[in-house]
């Protein structure tokens, strides 16, 4: 089947790439040059943000599938620049619907638990979004031009993503790893519930759910566990053996340009009941986690 990925440069776009390589025929979307490991995909460097150039490589490409994982997803950046926000969340969105629509393709969208106010989480499909912030408006528009523009597709919603893999950009619990190795303190917000999603896992619920489902709607394919910051910095630190501090910091307390839902976190019972792919709890993951940072270390 011919499958596209957005966001292929990406945490989850990168590893639904990799997943996807000498399974399918893969087109590879992404700004400026790829950044993946060299394989059997083409690449296409198309702007989300432009308007138009999305939507014509996967028209070129003929794409029966897509998964949409680009996005601007810096999300103070976004709220720096709300403009380029709406261009690149909406109105990318907005071609990726476009074209799947005129090619008749399959088409899930990814997006985030901060659709949700973070008043009364981990959330399941059914509440209702209150999204704040220009970060969290865009991808929750997003969501509503997917459903009005591909009518069938379907809204994969997931939080917190980290990686391991060689190249995979530094998130926050890779910093754990790095900053715990160094001697360093690290600082982690004790009152933001999250569900941190494994980027390797994410993307294997999302493409089985683009690729063999026809399932409409939203559904949440994040980790398993919803638990706090410094929870999560804790058991990163007891996965790989390191000692040394972690301060607990209220969000309250620091000054951030977007609001953080506190309670966010993703329920993910719907998932787990529709896929094969389990959603994996949070030792499990980070199991994985720590096997792939070997794998860096010794490449
Ligand atoms: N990261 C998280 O913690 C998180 C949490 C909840 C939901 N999500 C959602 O999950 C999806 C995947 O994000 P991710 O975790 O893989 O984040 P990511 O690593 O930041 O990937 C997003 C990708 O989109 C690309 N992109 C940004 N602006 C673009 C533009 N104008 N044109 C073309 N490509 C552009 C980025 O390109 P560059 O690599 O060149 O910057 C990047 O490769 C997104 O829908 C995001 O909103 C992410």
Not at 258 to 273: F, N, Q, S, W
Not at 291 to 298: H, I, K
Request: some cysteine; hydrophobic content about 45%; charged content about 25%.
């Amino acid at each position: 089947m011919r499958v596209a990925v957005t966001g292929a440069n990406g945490l989850l776009g990168g590893a639904a790439v990799a997943w996807l390589v000498g399974r399918h025929d893969v087109l590879a979307i992404g700004r400026g040059a790829s950044r993946l490991p060299p394989g059997a995909f083409r690449w296409a460097d198309a702007d989300l943000g432009d308007g138009r150039s999305v939507e014509v490589a996967l028209r070129d490409f003929r794409a029966e599938a897509v998964l949409h994982a680009g996005a601007m997803t810096d999300v103070d950046g976004c709220e720096r620049q709300p403009e380029a926000a709406w261009r690149v969340n909406v109105g990318g969105t907005e071609q990726v619907a476009r074209a799947c629509r005129a090619l008749r393709a399959r088409l899930v969208a990814v997006s985030t638990d901060y659709v949700f106010d973070g008043a009364a989480g981990p959330y399941g499909e059914d509440d209702l979004p209150n999204p704040r912030g220009a970060y969290a408006r865009s991808k929750r528009c997003g969501e509503e031009a997917a459903f009005l523009l591909a009518p069938g597709c379907a809204v994969a919603r997931v939080a917190v993503v980290y990686s391991g893999r060689p190249g995979a950009k530094t998130t926050f619990a890779t910093q754990v790893v790095e900053k715990l190795s160094r001697g360093e303190p690290v600082k982690a917000f004790s009152d933001q519930i999250v569900s941190p999603t494994l980027a390797e896992s994410g993307a294997a619920m999302t493409l089985e759910l683009l690729l063999e489902t026809d399932f409409h709607g939203v559904l949440h394919t994040a980790g398993a566990t919803a638990l706090d910051r410094v929870d999560f910095a804790r058991r990163v630190a007891a996965r790989f053996a390191l000692e040394g501090e972690i301060i607990p910091v209220h969000t309250a307390d620091v000054k951030l340009l977007a609001p953080r839902p506190l309670r966010a976190g993703l329920r993910v019972e719907r998932a787990a009941a529709l896929l094969r792919e389990q959603p994996l709890a949070i030792d499990a993951a980070l199991d994985r986690f720590h096997a792939q940072w070997l794998g860096r270390v010794s490449a």
